[in-house]
T-cell receptor
Framework: DAKTTQPNSMESNEEEPVHLPCNHS???????IHWYRQLPSQGPEYVIH???SNVNNRMASLAIAEDRKSSTLILHRATLRDAAVYYC????????????FGQGTILTVHP | DAGVIQSPRHEVTEMGQEVTLRCKPI?????LFWYRQTMMRGLELLIY????????DSGMPEDRFSAKMPNASFSTLKIQPSEPRDSAVYFC?????????????FGDGTRLSIL
């Protein structure tokens, strides 16, 4: 399976935008890019996913590079509740449903 | 809407005992997943089902672990006999069949401690 690379940790201030990067240089044409986050003592929570085009939902935006070798999760205005571990995951079309979680990025939000 | 429901939330038991973890997926979801999370290994997929049939159990650590899905609304993960190294948080997740990329919905997990 294609691998993703994320920074171990990032920090942000409340009400500021946050850009969480993810590199996936070996991505294949059928791989979807998923983002999940895990708040302390909770199960992972779906954030957003995409294939080729940028995506927006009520939680965040996903910007996908033109060559698809990297993507960025954008939280437009960070809140204290956004402090979590953020996972960038690729899922292959031939192995539906199989998500391989890496170490993720620990996001700290300062008041 | 009710999410994925797992029970118990916490389980503490002695080494060698049988442990059964339970999961009720979201109604109408066709896929069910069992994950395990530890500090050392992170979040690992153990097994997943489609329409109650196990599709991929390559993540199940050894024969002491077994999982069943007798119907669309219930699944169990059993460890027999349990060992201290099985201590972890076990998550169940479910998702809808459909186009690739359907999100998985996770339960709150079962925190298992084997003494």
């Amino acid at each position: 399976d294609a691998k993703t690379t994320q920074p171990n940790s990032m920090e942000s201030n409340e009400e500021e935008p946050v850009h969480l990067p993810c590199n996936h240089s070996t991505i294949s044409g059928t791989d979807y890019i998923h983002w999940y986050r895990q708040l302390p003592s909770q199960g992972p929570e779906y954030v957003i996913h995409g294939l080729t085009s940028n995506v927006n939902n009520r939680m965040a935006s996903l910007a996908i590079a033109e060559d698809r070798k990297s993507s960025t999760l954008i939280l437009h205005r960070a809140t204290l509740r956004d402090a979590a571990v953020y996972y960038c995951i690729l899922s292959r079309g031939t192995s539906y449903g199989k998500l391989t979680f890496g170490q993720g990025t620990i996001l700290t939000v300062h008041p | 809407d009710a999410g994925v429901i797992q029970s118990p939330r916490h389980e503490v038991t002695e080494m060698g005992q049988e442990v059964t973890l339970r999961c009720k997926p979201i109604s109408g979801h066709d896929y069910l997943f069992w994950y395990r999370q530890t500090m050392m290994r992170g979040l690992e997929l153990l097994i997943y089902f489609n329409n109650n049939v196990p599709i991929d159990d390559s993540g199940m650590p050894e024969d002491r672990f077994s999982a069943k899905m007798p119907n669309a609304s219930f699944s169990t993960l059993k460890i027999q006999p349990s060992e201290p190294r099985d201590s972890a948080v076990y998550f169940c997740a479910s998702s809808l069949v459909g186009t690739q990329g359907q999100p998985q919905h996770f339960g709150d997990g079962t925190r298992l401690s084997i003494l």
